[in-house]
């Protein structure tokens, strides 16, 4: 199939037109708004619009709040370390320089369907520190009929001397404010691994992670429910709106959930630091 780029940069190389990048099920969208500074946004995850032109009109979630995200990255798409970022980050860098700052902005993306039926797509999304040779590229892959958009990363770098990597997610996701957030996550041990339990999120981070490396799903499976608004065992087949997630690996792992302090919600996934 022939893929759909784009790539836009104005006349002085520094400012863009907002960019809407909307990543859709049959029923769900993620939509990724890339600012007037190149910064990648998450500015939607739910119930997908029949029109995708209405993506555009969607204010920021810090646009929602009485006193707004003044460091602009609250909902990045993928949270660089250091810079003026306050938050958890997806990506901890040390630069071969030993700067431990990094910043990402939009480079150029591309969206492809990977069968004749159009049920698969993928999109991609090319990020680059703006000083630094260092690449970041965010994949979204979208199963149209099954619901399901699997995301990951891919990095590389050519800097003069070593990059050290602290931290590296998979995937980095944000939620809007709600201000009821409810984790359904699984523990156990032999033969009993899969013991649901469920809370309501507050202030802070949630971590869910193992250190087993090979032995991961022995006491805490990397799978999880998250229920917005109200408890799982009050939404149906027909009511309420309830996200599913895993991660897909097999070693040392970490999922945190973050409530910011606009009482938004972000997800962060991917291998654990720990012993990786």
């Given amino acids: 199939m022939q893929p759909h780029i784009h790539q836009i940069k104005n006349k002085h190389g520094n400012h863009i037109d907002p960019i809407h990048i909307p990543i859709e099920t049959e029923y769900t969208a993620l939509v990724v708004r890339i600012n007037e500074n190149g910064d990648p946004l998450v500015i939607y995850v739910g119930k997908r619009l029949r029109n995708k032109n209405e993506y555009a ?5 810090d646009a929602k709040q009485l006193n707004g995200d003044y460091t602009g990255l609250f909902s990045s798409a993928y949270t660089p370390s250091g810079t003026r970022n306050l938050l958890e980050p997806a990506i901890q860098v040390i630069h071969a320089d030993g700067n431990p700052s990094s910043e990402l ?11 004749q039926s159009h049920d698969i797509g993928l999109t991609a999304i ?4 703006p000083v630094y040779p260092f690449e970041v590229t965010l994949y979204y892959k979208t199963y149209y009929k099954e619901n399901v958009i699997e995301q990951w990363t891919s990095i590389k770098h050519t800097e003069s001397d070593v990059v050290r990597l602290q931290k590296y ?10 201000n009821k957030y409810y984790l359904t996550h699984f523990h156990g041990n032999w033969a009993r691994e899969m013991s649901p339990e469920e809370i309501q999120l507050t202030a802070g981070i949630k971590v869910l992670d193992t250190k087993l490396g090979t ?6 499976p990397p799978s999880f ?3 917005l608004h109200q ?5 149906d087949e027909d009511y309420g709106e309830v996200f599913a997630g895993t991660l897909a690996w097999s070693g040392n792992y970490q999922i945190q959930f973050e409530i910011d302090p ?4 972000r997800l962060i996934a991917g291998i654990n630091p720990y012993a990786s």
């Avoid at 090319?126 to 520190?129: A, M, R, T, Y």
């Avoid at 032995?215 to 805490?220: E, N």
């Avoid at 606009?262 to 919600?265: A, Q």
């Fill in 105 to 115: 902005k939009y480079v150029s993306h591309q969206q492809d369907t990977l069968d």
């Fill in 169 to 178: 997610s998979s995937a980095n996701l944000y939620f809007s404010s709600t």
């Fill in 231 to 235: 408890p799982l065992n009050h939404v």
């Fill in 225 to 227: 429910f998250l229920s």
């Fill in 215 to 220: 032995r991961a799903d022995l006491f805490q």
């Fill in 57 to 61: 009109s969607m204010p920021s979630f």
């Fill in 262 to 265: 606009l009482r938004n919600l």
């Fill in 126 to 129: 090319h990020l680059k520190d």
